[in-house]
């Protein structure tokens, strides 16, 4: 199985903010590279797909980059309605992987 | 507009059955493939089981495979997940998922899952 490790496993930070997280792959998995946001109760939300194309709806300030092993999804000016759990899930092996998810949190 | 909507979720004890269903409508049920994906209290997504538009094709992850069965009833929009051999591990709230497919060449395809449903509660306690 690809596994996925994502880095900070949280972060505080403040409204305004440029917020960055980076998932790994344990392989190559090209640009099969997808973000996620969960809010407390309710379920994930498609943000990212193919490591970089945004999700109909989904803000500007969102983007994604990356391919290989290495992705980050880049939060360009954090609004208060983007504290939540972001989870990256590669979708290069039918056997869909997610990692274990960044919470981000207000400083 | 695309509704995925859970149900079947309960208390069930170690070693019972349950059965999962997910409702569908707003799109074109039959045409595209769906999957279960759990998360346990607390924790983070873990990918169950798919299922392909005319069931042809079927994946579990290892954890659930011989114990769980996907399937899916196109003439009723509704995508289903038999739970036996229930363990404590398995609590977890269940979600639906339906899966796009973006194609880039005659048989390359990104994968993303577009659509959730809210999620049913599955606990497995004595």
């Known amino acids: 199985d690809i596994q996925m490790t994502q880095s900070p496993s949280s972060l505080s930070t403040s409204v305004g903010d440029r917020v960055t997280i980076t998932c790994r792959a344990s392989?190559?998995?090209?640009?099969?590279l997808n973000w996620y946001q969960q809010k407390p109760g309710k379920a994930p939300k498609l943000l990212i797909y193919?490591?970089?194309s945004l999700q109909s709806g989904v803000p500007s300030r969102f983007s994604g980059s990356g391919s290989g092993t290495e992705f980050t999804l880049t939060i360009s000016s954090l609004q208060s309605e983007d504290f939540a759990t972001y989870y990256c899930q590669q979708s290069y092996s039918t056997l869909w992987t997610f990692g274990q998810g960044t919470k981000v949190e207000i400083k | 507009e695309v509704q995925l909507v859970e149900s079947g979720g309960g208390l069930v004890q170690p070693g019972g059955s349950l059965r999962l269903s997910c409702a569908a409508s707003g799109f074109t049920f039959s045409s595209y493939g769906m999957n279960w994906v759990r998360q346990a209290p607390g924790k983070g997504l873990e990918w169950v089981s798919y299922v392909s538009s005319e069931s042809s094709t079927i994946y579990y992850v290892d954890s659930v495979k011989g114990r769980f069965t996907i399937s899916r009833d196109n003439a009723k929009n509704s995508l289903y997940l038999q739970m036996n051999s229930l363990r404590a591990e398995d609590t977890a709230v269940y979600y639906c998922?339906?899966?796009?497919?973006?194609?880039?060449?005659?048989?390359?395809?990104?994968?993303?899952?577009?659509?959730w449903g809210q999620g049913t509660l599955v606990t497995v306690s004595s």
């Open positions: 193919a490591a970089s």
């Open positions: 998922a339906r899966e796009s497919l973006d194609y880039y060449d005659s048989s390359g395809y990104y994968s993303r899952f577009d659509y």
């Open positions: 392989q190559s998995i090209s640009t099969y």
